[in-house]
């Protein structure tokens, strides 16, 4: 139980277009999602909480104009970024926790992002 | 703040051997603790976790860790290491409940050599 799906696994495109990184529960509803992110052969950095229904909270440092998401339901939050640039080539990750009880977090299998 | 230290990058291991991942932690306040597994190009999966209680916690496949709230680590290690234990482990820590926000250590990569 407690699977996260991550769609895409893989992205390739252009400088200047945006991309969408959607992450799912599939078997349970998850009120807080978390997108990390991590650069080759390094830990993973946590960029923002999502909470469903209301504004994601950002960490230090991430542009909450760069990286967008939205959790508009209990199985679904995305990550979209906007004009990406080669710098922003990354892997991304969700996670989420389910919703009873004090339960640690689920990661989906990430979305390599590589923009040329 | 929370912090967390892994002091080995690296760990070349022989298949059958035994190994023992470190990790230290600092915090002000009591934490969760958790060992998290990453094979190339996927997500993390959860291989234990310290919430309370015993502090000796065991996975299914073989690994443990003991929490060691004087010396503030949670080392992991398992007795004799398998090919497929190839990976990063990452340990990491949360404050207040155990699905809130991580801080991770840096990983630690295993190499198990034949």
């Known amino acids: 139980g407690a699977v996260v799906s991550q769609h895409p696994s893989w992205v390739i495109c252009k400088s200047g277009t945006s991309v969408k990184i959607e992450c799912r529960s599939l078997d349970f509803q998850a009120t807080t999602m978390f997108w990390y992110r991590q650069f080759p052969k390094q830990s993973l950095m946590l960029m923002a909480t999502?909470?469903?229904?209301?504004?994601?909270?950002?960490e230090q440092g991430v542009e909450k104009d760069k990286f967008l998401i939205n959790h508009a339901s209990l199985t679904l939050s995305t990550l979209t970024v906007t004009s990406a640039h080669p710098e922003d080539s990354s892997f991304y990750i969700c996670s989420a926790i389910p919703g009873q009880g004090d339960q640690p977090q689920h990661f989906g299998d990430g979305t390599r992002l590589s923009i040329l | 703040a929370q912090s967390v230290t892994q002091l080995d990058s690296q760990v070349p291991v022989f298949e059958e051997a035994p190994v023992e991942l470190r990790c230290n932690y600092s915090?002000?306040?009591?934490?969760?603790l958790f060992w998290y597994v990453q094979y190339p190009n996927q997500g993390l999966q959860l291989l234990l976790k310290?919430?309370?209680?015993?502090?000796l916690v065991e996975s299914i496949n073989g690994f443990e860790a003991e929490f060691n709230k004087s010396q503030t680590s949670f080392h992991l290690r398992k007795p004799s290491v398998h090919i497929s234990d190839t990976a990063e482990y990452f340990c990491a820590v949360s404050v207040g409940a155990a699905g809130n926000k991580l801080t991770f250590g840096g990983g630690t990569r295993v190499l198990v050599k034949p």
């Open positions: 310290y919430l309370s209680g015993s502090t």
């Open positions: 915090s002000s306040v009591s934490v969760y």
């Open positions: 999502s909470n469903e229904g209301s504004k994601a909270t950002y």
